[in-house]
C-alpha cells in the first residue's frame, strides 16, 4: 500500500484501476527528414487531430469544452512558433524534434512566467500541440485503447486535448504529479464531474498500470493497493456521498426558499452557450454572471456584433429549453488584469488588477464598447419574457414608470469605482438603445458589479442609478484585504473570505440596494460558500449565483434555514 497526497481540483470519491501515462520518448522511434517542410506536414496533421477532436467533443460533450480544443487551435497557428522551429533549424545545431521541443519550451516559460494562473495555467496548452507535433514526426502515441472501466488516469499534466481523445465513459478520476487549478484539465474535470487530484508529486508517476487505487477528491488522498479494510470504509463513504447525491435531486424544480417564507433566486455562472446548458440541466433559475470575456479570448480580432449577439441569444435559449425564460445578466467586456487579448494593444503593467481594465478600456473604446452594447441590446429585444413588476418604492417606481415589458437580458458594469463612471455608460446604453430603436416599453435592467471598496461604501448613492447591484467577492476581498488572491503562499493565511470588514461592507451594500427599492446578488466565489447563505439573506441579498454543479447543493442548504 503506498498514499500520495495533492490538491484538490475536482472533488468526488472513486475507487478504480490506475492507467498510467507515460510522457513520449524524445528519442527517435521513426526516420524522417530533419528540415522544416517535414515540421510543417506534422503540424497541419496536428491540425486536422485538433479539427476532429474540435467536432467529436462538441458533438459528444458541448460547445463550451469544444472551445477548449479551439483555442489550442488558435494557439497552433501562430506564426511566431513556425518562424522559432525555422531559426532553430538554420543555426544547424539541433534536429528537428529538439528544435519543436526548444520552441516549445520558450513559449511555454513566456507564458509561466506571467503573474496571473489562467495564464500560467495556458503553458500546458502550448506543450500539448508542441508534444503533439513531436510525436506525429516520430509516429509515437500513449493508447488509450488500454484503458478499462473505473480508469484511475495517471500522468504529469494531463492535457486537455489527452483528457478529450479518452472515452470519457472509462475516466474514474484523474491524478497528476503537477497540475494547475486553472488549467484546462482541472476545468473539464469540475466541468464533467470528474474527481481530479493535482501537485501529487513526481513518485506516483512510478506507480504500474493495473493497480487497484482510491482517489478521495475531499482530502486529496490517493492509495495504491489499499487494504480490504481501507477499500471497506471507502465504500462506506462512497455511499453516504451517492446517497447525498440521489437527495438533492428531491430539490430539482423546487423554489428556492427558507422556512420563513423568504425567496432567494439561485442563478449559475457561465462562460458559454455550453455553460448556459449545463446550468439549465443543474437547474439554475437564471444566470447572474455571464463572463463575456471568454467571447473575446482566444482570437486575433474582437469579435463581431454578429458573433456576440450569437453567443448572447444562444446562452439565452440555452436557458429557456422548456419554453420558460429565465434571466441571463451578461457582464460587460472584463478584460485586462488576468486577462489581455492582443488586439487591443494594451501596455503590460507592473499592477494590472489595479490597471487599466473593465470598463475603464469601455468607456475609453467607444468602438469595442458601443459594438457589444448593440448585440446586447439587440438579444434583449428579441427576448421579452414578462410585464414588469416593479417594487412599491418610489425610486424603482419612478425609474420604471415608462416600462410595460421586460427583457430576459440584463447588462452588468464590471469594476465601477465612481458615480461618474456610471453615467457615462448609462450615456451610451442611451445612445445605442436609440440608435437600434428599442421599444421604450422594454425594461433592460441595467446593474453594476461591485468589487471595489469605493463602490461598496458609496453603494447608497450608486442604487439610485441602476436596477441592482451584484458583488464580485473575489476581487472585492481582493481589494479590501490588500491582499493579492492569486498570490504567493506567504500571504494564504491573511487571505480571510470571513473578514469582519468584507462582511460588514457586504451588509452595507444589500442594505443601499434595498432602501433604494433594487436587488442584490452575489456572483463571486462567496455565493457558494454554505457557511455564509444564512448571513446573505439575512443582510438583504436575494440572488446568489454559483457554479452550475452547486446549484442545488445551495437551494437544499436556502430550504433549510429558518
Avoid at 423546487?254 to 442563478?267: D, Q, W
Avoid at 446562452?315 to 488576468?338: E, F, M, N, S, Y
Avoid at 480571510?496 to 443601499?512: G, M, T, V
Wanted: proline letters at 3%; charged letters at 25%; one cysteine or more.
Amino acid at each position: 500500500m503506498k498514499e500520495f497526497t495533492g490538491q484538490v481540483a475536482s472533488e468526488g470519491l472513486v475507487i478504480g484501476e490506475t492507467f498510467v501515462m507515460k510522457a513520449a520518448s524524445l528519442e527517435k522511434t521513426a526516420q524522417y527528414e530533419n528540415t522544416y517542410e517535414t515540421y510543417a506536414e506534422a503540424k497541419e496533421k496536428v491540425k486536422e487531430q485538433l479539427d476532429q477532436l474540435y467536432e467529436k467533443t462538441l458533438a459528444e460533450i458541448g460547445q463550451a469544452e469544444a472551445d477548449i480544443i479551439d483555442a489550442q487551435r488558435l494557439m497552433l497557428l501562430d506564426p511566431d512558433f513556425d518562424d522559432a522551429v525555422k531559426d532553430a533549424l538554420a543555426v544547424g545545431q539541433t534536429n528537428l524534434v529538439e528544435a519543436v521541443r526548444q520552441t516549445g519550451e520558450t513559449f511555454a516559460k513566456v507564458f509561466e512566467n506571467m503573474d496571473n494562473d489562467y495564464f500560467k495555467a495556458r503553458a500546458t496548452d502550448v506543450r500539448d500541440f508542441s508534444n503533439r507535433i513531436i510525436d506525429t514526426i516520430q509516429g509515437t502515441f500513449i493508447d488509450f485503447s488500454q484503458m478499462v472501466d473505473k480508469s484511475v488516469v495517471i500522468g504529469e499534466d494531463i492535457t486537455p486535448s489527452q483528457t478529450l481523445s479518452m472515452d470519457q465513459s472509462k475516466i474514474a478520476a484523474f491524478v497528476m504529479s503537477a497540475g494547475s487549478m486553472t488549467g484546462h484539465t482541472s476545468i473539464l474535470a469540475r466541468t464533467l464531474g470528474i474527481p481530479s487530484i493535482i501537485n501529487a508529486g513526481a513518485p506516483i508517476l512510478e506507480v504500474p498500470t493495473g493497480l487497484q487505487a482510491i482517489v478521495d477528491g475531499k482530502d486529496g488522498t490517493v492509495i495504491i493497493e489499499p487494504t480490504s479494510e481501507q477499500v471497506d470504509n471507502y465504500q462506506k463513504k462512497f455511499d453516504a456521498i451517492w446517497f447525498e447525491r440521489e437527495n438533492l435531486e428531491q430539490y430539482r424544480g423546487k423554489p428556492s426558499v427558507t422556512k420563513s417564507g423568504k425567496e432567494i433566486k439561485v442563478y449559475a455562472n457561465i462562460g458559454s452557450v455550453g455553460d448556459a446548458e449545463k446550468a439549465f440541466a443543474m437547474d439554475a433559475e437564471g444566470s447572474g454572471l455571464f463572463r463575456s470575456e471568454f467571447v473575446y479570448l482566444g482570437r486575433s480580432t474582437a469579435p463581431s456584433e454578429e458573433e456576440q449577439h450569437d453567443a448572447y441569444l444562444g446562452a439565452a435559449r440555452a436557458l429557456a429549453k422548456d419554453g420558460k425564460k429565465r434571466p441571463v445578466i451578461i457582464r460587460t467586456l472584463d478584460i485586462g488584469a488576468d486577462k489581455n487579448v492582443s488586439y487591443l494593444g494594451l501596455e503590460v503593467e507592473a499592477n494590472p488588477a489595479l490597471g487599466y481594465r473593465a470598463l475603464r478600456i469601455q468607456l475609453d473604446r467607444a468602438d469595442i464598447f458601443e459594438t457589444q452594447l448593440r448585440a446586447l441590446y439587440r438579444t434583449a429585444a428579441e427576448q421579452v419574457i414578462e410585464g414588469v413588476n416593479p417594487s412599491e418604492k418610489p425610486n424603482v417606481l419612478d425609474r420604471h414608470k415608462k416600462f410595460t415589458k421586460k427583457s430576459q437580458i440584463g447588462i452588468m458594469f464590471p469594476m465601477v469605482a465612481s458615480h461618474w463612471e456610471v453615467d457615462k455608460a448609462l450615456e451610451m446604453c442611451a445612445k445605442v438603445r436609440e440608435e437600434l430603436k428599442v421599444p421604450e416599453d422594454l425594461l433592460v435592467e441595467v446593474g453594476i458589479m461591485i468589487e471595489t471598496p469605493a463602490a461598496a461604501i458609496m453603494a447608497d448613492d450608486l442604487a439610485k442609478l441602476v436596477d441592482f447591484f451584484s458583488v464580485g467577492t473575489n476581487d472585492l476581498t481582493q481589494y479590501t484585504l490588500a491582499i493579492d488572491r492569486q498570490g504567493t503562499q506567504k500571504v494564504e493565511k491573511y487571505y480571510d473570505a470571513h473578514h469582519p470588514a468584507l462582511l460588514r461592507l457586504l451588509e452595507n451594500i444589500a442594505k443601499s440596494a434595498n432602501e433604494s427599492g433594487i436587488w442584490a446578488g452575489i456572483c463571486g466565489e462567496l455565493g457558494g460558500d454554505l457557511e455564509l447563505t444564512e448571513f446573505f439573506i439575512n443582510a438583504g441579498f436575494t440572488e446568489l449565483s454559483v457554479a452550475p454543479p452547486k446549484v442545488l447543493e445551495l437551494r437544499q442548504k436556502i430550504n433549510s434555514l429558518d
